[in-house]
């Protein structure tokens, strides 16, 4: 395998070839890789997030932090139909992710988890056919970090226009290395296949509906940095197999972010303040390195805290961060014993007496 070839790797493969190398020049050769691979990654966020920043303005900057993310994920994983169809529904979802933040701050509250449930069930739709590819948790990343950044005016407008640039780069990607799969598959034969009994659609049911109630609490109660709420949320449903039990990442996700966030506290009291600035870069780069669902937490908490402690001041941010994410996953373990008593268990029982008809 190639030196690039191994570049494009994602760490967890990496690191099952690290542990069956049999020389340690082999396995420097790996831990080289994934160190090239994340500065690499991390460099180019920096210069790519910055550049987009700068061209349309910094209150568009999540807006650019969710074109990076889907422009990474759009290389490997496809819709699952064909291209000509992907490109249609890839320009419904940016259209989703800008107008949707901006609509429910304006809409009146009683309608806020249906225009939730619409929007962010569309998305999900349209581009996850597959979520053990990983779609799933990068779509919902975008929406909400979006929700929890809206912009008006003149702002929104840019916004519009940093999407489409965002829609050019990423369509033109997905159709250079997607255009000749599911060349058969038409977007109406998926939608045609919707069965809300199949794990796939069910998943996609309870994502959808659970990060519309979680969302709207937060914005309804005002709730500080309701986003990260809505991120802990997701977090527990986006996993994939569809299971019930939540319980495992709920304890995970507590404890990542816990550590992280007290990592981050001591670190940004202990480095001189002119260095506060690399913290988000650095978070970047070890995330590079991790592949258990706990680290990946931890270091998370890197880069939202420093901006909520531009925010907020490090101390409220650090409570803000532990806060949330408490009752973020607290709602998600709720709402998954809910969703499996009232609607799994029923969606089961219809679907075998008809299998027995």
């Not at 990946?296 to 531009?310: E, P, R, V, Y």
Request: glycine share 8%; with cysteine; hydrophobic share 50%.
């Amino acid at each position: 395998m190639k030196f690039y070839d191994t570049l494009q790797l994602d760490p967890s493969i990496i690191k099952q070839k690290i542990s069956v190398s049999v020389t340690k020049r082999e396995k420097l050769y790996y831990w080289n890789a994934m160190f090239l691979r994340s500065v690499l990654i991390v460099t180019f966020a920096i210069v790519f997030i910055s550049l987009l920043s700068g061209m349309f303005g910094a209150d568009n900057t999540p807006m650019a932090v969710a074109v990076f993310c889907i422009l990474l994920g759009i290389r490997f994983v496809n819709f699952e139909y064909c291209v000509g169809d992907s490109l249609i529904t890839l320009a419904m979802a940016m259209l989703i992710l800008v107008l949707a933040p901006s609509i429910v701050v304006v809409i009146p509250p009683i309608l806020l988890i249906p225009f939730h449930f619409i929007s962010f069930f569309a998305l999900l739709f349209m581009t996850t056919q597959r979520p053990e590819m990983g779609n799933g948790g990068l779509y919902s990343f975008a929406y909400i970090y979006l929700t929890g950044n809206p912009v008006m005016g003149d702002a929104l407008i840019r916004r519009g226009l940093l999407a489409l640039t965002g829609y050019l780069l990423c369509g033109a990607i997905l159709f250079l290395k997607h255009r000749n799969y599911h060349k058969s598959i038409r977007f109406h034969h998926v939608v045609q296949k919707f069965d809300v009994s199949k794990l796939v659609h069910l998943w996609q049911l309870r994502m959808a509906l659970g990060v519309s109630l979680v969302l709207t609490m937060g914005q309804v109660f005002h709730i500080e940095r309701f986003m990260w709420m809505g991120f802990a949320c997701a977090s527990l449903l986006s996993a994939y197999p569809y299971s019930s039990c939540t319980t495992t990442r709920f304890c995970q996700r507590i404890v990542g972010a816990i550590a992280g966030s007290c990592a981050f506290f001591v670190l940004y009291l202990m480095i001189p303040v002119s260095f506060h600035s690399l913290m988000g870069p650095l978070g970047g780069l070890c995330l590079g390195f991790c592949v258990d669902y706990r680290y990946k937490t931890a270091i998370n908490c890197f880069g939202a805290l420093m901006i909520g402690a531009g925010i907020y001041g490090v101390q409220e941010a650090v409570i803000l961060r532990i806060a949330d994410t408490i009752l973020g996953v607290t709602f998600g373990l709720l709402f998954s014993v809910l969703f499996h008593r009232f609607v799994t268990i029923p969606l089961s029982l219809i679907s075998r007496t008809e299998t027995k008809i």
